[in-house]
């Protein structure tokens, strides 16, 4: 019979090797997490990584912004996370005319090529960080002892980390395999794309179609307005302005040309993500500058994330500046401009972000294209509109009223204002699961209509909300009258707004 003594030796060993094996999976997990495997084909790019979930083990996930694929195995193994993108390159097909399924499939050399250098750029990433974790877990032991590591536990440490990576190999290996498929769930939504060729046709014909219900509801609103809004801010407007933002590539101009001549618009405001990939044939593809132009009106534009595929890339910015009635308050050559449309003075920046970047969480590249933009302003003073794409940009901007885009969801923040989707997301990201019933369903549509006194005084902000023009089922969700002048800054003595022809000049002159 064992002594007590030795009993607790053999525990003390078998503990030691269960926590060395647990932090070594860890560990190993989590470097794979921050070190993700890049692979690539010629349309296609995926960052590849294995899930801390245990709720996603034996799992392939991906998702994406034209849908979201699911394939769970029998087995048991580390879920795996792919985020794959679209390279720019896939315009370059999409521009040549039709586009074929078959063109945009990864043929069978290629996908094993990619399956294969990303099981060894995981399985590298996945060892070298058990390794850390094994060797941490060892260093804190004799740390504890005071005394070196005995060649024993140096070698008892190395085995379990092999054992340890050898599990998780076998585990993948064993499991992610053709006979243990067991279910997919996917929504399919690139496919569905590149089946329809005529798909930007489309919204641009059911845009077209769904402008007299747009019609009846902003007369109905403009008629509830001025029947209940308080006498104070229901005189006519001196200036009104259209903000939107974040259209991607959907064009829906006619339901936009509908607003500006309905409402006397005098300018619209667009915060960015006019695109999708960042690419400049989007806007041919979607005949969008087509669009802008038959609003009859200036159309202020700030880059977002989605409008540009370098952080100095300027291709769209420069195709956007041929357009007649564009106004670009930041061009993207380091200069900025100062855009006055009757009185109301407009500025801002675009969007230190672009289309596949690594999005870290950081805020500092906005903050950093805030500081020179506020640099360029110097003591001049802050402008009745401050523009930009994302929230964190606008932290401490001066500005009577700041007006921002990307979240898709539309919010009032002190003088902040947040905008919806103008296309409810756009062509190819327009459509989600709605999980109780199972149907796709589009993300609500949205656009603010701002009016503007003549002593330069906020009026009134108009929201609008509504659903399902694409699917052919216009729906009202809401409309909602704010008190602009709580909400923007109040004016200088002594200005006017209302008379005036559209001037552009450098900012800060």
């Known amino acids: 019979m064992p002594s007590p003594f030795a009993v607790r030796r053999v525990g003390g060993v078998v503990l030691t090797a269960v926590v060395t094996a647990l932090v070594a999976l860890v560990t190993g997990v989590v470097t794979t997490v921050l070190l993700p495997t890049t692979v690539s084909t010629d349309y296609y790019s995926a960052q590849v990584r294995l899930s801390p979930s245990w709720e996603q083990r034996s799992s392939i996930?991906?998702?994406?912004?034209?849908?979201?694929v699911s394939a769970d195995f029998t087995g048991?193994?580390?879920?795996?996370?792919?985020?794959?993108?679209?390279?720019?390159?896939?315009?370059d097909v999409v521009a040549g005319g039709r586009v074929s399924t078959t063109e945009l499939v990864v043929g069978g050399a290629e996908r094993a090529r990619v399956i294969e250098e990303a099981a060894v750029g995981v399985g590298l990433r996945m060892a070298g960080g058990a390794l850390l974790g094994a060797g941490a877990v060892l260093a804190v032991r004799s740390l504890w002892r005071r005394r070196r590591p005995a060649a024993r536990a140096v070698v008892g440490t190395a085995l379990v980390w092999g054992l340890t990576c050898a599990a998780v190999g076998i585990g993948a290996a064993s499991t992610y395999r053709e006979e243990r498929f067991a279910a997919l769930e996917t929504t399919g939504l690139l496919r569905l794309a590149a089946d329809n060729a005529s798909l930007f046709t489309d919204v641009e014909e059911r845009a077209g179609q769904a402008a007299p219900y747009l019609r009846n509801l902003l007369a109905l609103s403009a008629a509830l307005g001025s029947e209940y809004t308080p006498t104070e801010i229901a005189t006519r407007p001196a200036v009104s302005v259209l903000l939107v933002s974040d259209i991607h590539a959907s064009n829906q101009y006619a339901l936009m040309r509908t607003i500006v001549q309905e409402r006397d618009v005098d300018v619209v405001v667009d915060t960015g993500d006019l695109v999708n990939l960042g690419r400049v044939e989007e806007l041919r593809l979607s005949r969008i500058t087509r669009?802008?132009?038959?609003?009859?009106?200036?159309?202020?534009?700030?880059?977002?994330?989605?409008d540009a595929t370098s952080a100095d890339d300027t291709a769209l910015l420069d195709a956007l500046s041929e357009v007649d009635n564009v106004v670009l308050p930041d061009p993207g050559d380091g200069s900025y401009a100062l855009v006055d449309v009757g009185g109301v003075r407009i500025a801002g920046f675009g969007d230190p972000r672009y289309y596949g970047d690594a999005?870290?969480?950081?805020?500092?590249?906005?903050?950093?294209?805030?500081?020179?933009?506020v640099e360029a302003?110097?003591?001049?003073?802050?402008?009745?509109?401050?523009?930009?794409?994302?929230?964190?940009?606008?932290?401490?901007?001066?500005?009577?009223?700041?007006?921002?885009?990307?979240?898709?969801?539309?919010?009032?923040?002190?003088?902040?204002v947040a905008l919806g989707t103008f296309t409810g997301g756009g062509t190819l990201s327009h459509f989600r699961l709605d999980e109780a019933d199972q149907e796709l369903v589009g993300q609500p549509s949205s656009f603010d209509l701002l009016t503007i006194d003549e002593q330069c005084r906020g009026q009134t902000i108009t929201r609008y909300l509504y659903r399902s023009v694409l699917e052919g089922?216009?729906?009202?969700?809401?409309?909602?009258?704010?008190?602009?002048?709580?909400?923007?800054?109040?004016?200088?003595e002594g200005r006017t707004c209302g008379t005036g022809e559209l001037s552009v000049r450098p900012l800060g002159d």
């Open 359 to 373: 999005d870290d969480g950081s805020t500092e590249p906005q903050e950093a294209a805030r500081d020179r933009w």
């Open 291 to 306: 669009g802008i132009e038959s609003l009859g009106v200036p159309y202020v534009f700030v880059r977002g994330n989605h």
């Open 377 to 416: 302003l110097g003591d001049a003073e802050p402008p009745d509109l401050t523009l930009s794409h994302e929230a964190p940009a606008l932290a401490d901007a001066p500005g009577r009223l700041r007006v921002h885009g990307h979240g898709h969801v539309p919010d009032v923040d002190g003088n902040r």
């Open 473 to 492: 089922r216009p729906s009202l969700d809401r409309v909602s009258v704010l008190n602009a002048a709580r909400i923007m800054e109040p004016a200088a």
């Open 76 to 91: 048991l193994a580390p879920g795996i996370e792919v985020e794959p993108q679209i390279r720019e390159e896939v315009t």
């Open 61 to 68: 996930s991906a998702e994406t912004v034209v849908g979201s």
